[in-house]
């Protein structure tokens, strides 16, 4: 898809949008990135009042710099979906959070507290989370990496 094209896609379209702007990122191609994230972060809000557009504006704001925003939507993800109703989709939702108040450096101890308690849980395992696309923008933050290697079952 193209950057413009992400309404044609229905749901999920911020997704992916958001997928292959961090991928442009990990791949050193801010320019490239651009686009999906304005198009996700300029998304209507009432459109994108389910937790997962939510959560996806979120990681938008947050890399284009609009970091009080992105915690805001982030914040409003985990409060359209929190882990008490939801064990799975819940857990989700709040690593988004988490990712976004670590990168940000917003409440920054909260988003490791938060990673700490959900890496290893449903969904949540310590190499599936290494090998995220957020999570691979903060692949130089010593302390996520350090939480996340900390989970990683001991050798029998």
């Not at 009042?49 to 409003?76: F, K």
């Not at 949540?124 to 696309?133: G, I, N």
């Amino acid at each position: 898809i193209r950057a413009g094209q992400v309404e044609d896609l229905g749901v999920g379209g911020e997704a992916m949008a958001v997928r292959l702007a961090l991928a442009h990122l990990i791949a050193g191609q801010p320019d490239r990135a651009r686009p999906y994230l304005l198009e996700v972060a300029s998304a209507n809000e009432s459109a994108a009042a389910d937790p997962y557009s939510l959560a996806d504006r979120a990681i938008a704001l947050e890399l284009l710099g609009q970091s009080d925003a992105a915690v805001r939507a982030a914040d409003a993800a985990v409060q359209a979906r929190p882990i008490s109703r939801d064990a799975l989709n819940g857990a989700q939702v709040a690593m988004t959070r988490a990712w976004v108040l670590i990168h940000s450096g917003i409440r920054a101890d909260e988003g490791y507290a938060e990673l700490e308690q959900l890496v290893g849980t449903i969904d949540q395992q310590p190499r599936w989370v290494a090998a995220t696309l957020p999570w691979m923008l903060l692949r130089d933050d010593e302390r996520a990496q350090q939480i996340i290697r900390s989970k990683f079952p001991s050798a029998p």
